[in-house]
Nanobody, 124 residues
Framework: QVQLVESGGGLVQPGGSLRLSCAVS????????MAWFRKAPGLELDFVAA??????????GNSVKGRFNISISTDDTKNTVYLQMNSLKPEDTALYYC???????????????WGQGTQVTVSS
């Protein structure tokens, strides 16, 4: 059973940076695509970004598209996917989930494996 474990969340001031990490437990069954979603109180699950492990296909969600200070990447040697977030805003506050699936998709239903989430709070 593939397990995803997120880390790197925390409290940061507006304009600050965080790098979220998602470690995948086993390589033999590693999902082809990895993604980040976020869930803020009172709002629906929001697609942030997704990538294949090789990075040949990357997609960003509408809520972060155009913000060049957010990027998704992978480290194949560490079985880890990252979400680098700079110039954070209060509206980025949410529980961030890592997900794994068979293809890059904007839709959460396409991802079979999910982590428990890591909280990001942007506040002064």
């Amino acid at each position: 059973q593939v397990q995803l474990v997120e880390s790197g969340g925390g409290l940061v001031q507006p304009g600050g940076s965080l790098r979220l990490s998602c470690a995948v437990s086993e390589r033999t069954s590693t999902p082809y695509a990895m993604a980040w979603f976020r869930k803020a109180p009172g709002l629906e699950l929001d697609f942030v970004a997704a990538t294949t492990w090789t990075g040949e296909l990357i997609r960003y969600g509408n809520s972060v598209k155009g913000r060049f200070n957010i990027s998704i990447s992978t480290d194949d040697t560490k079985n880890t996917v990252y979400l680098q977030m700079n110039s954070l805003k209060p509206e980025d506050t949410a529980l961030y989930y890592c997900a794994g699936g068979g293809a890059v998709s904007y839709t959460d239903a396409q991802y079979r494996y999910w982590g428990q989430g890591t909280q990001v709070t942007v506040s002064s």
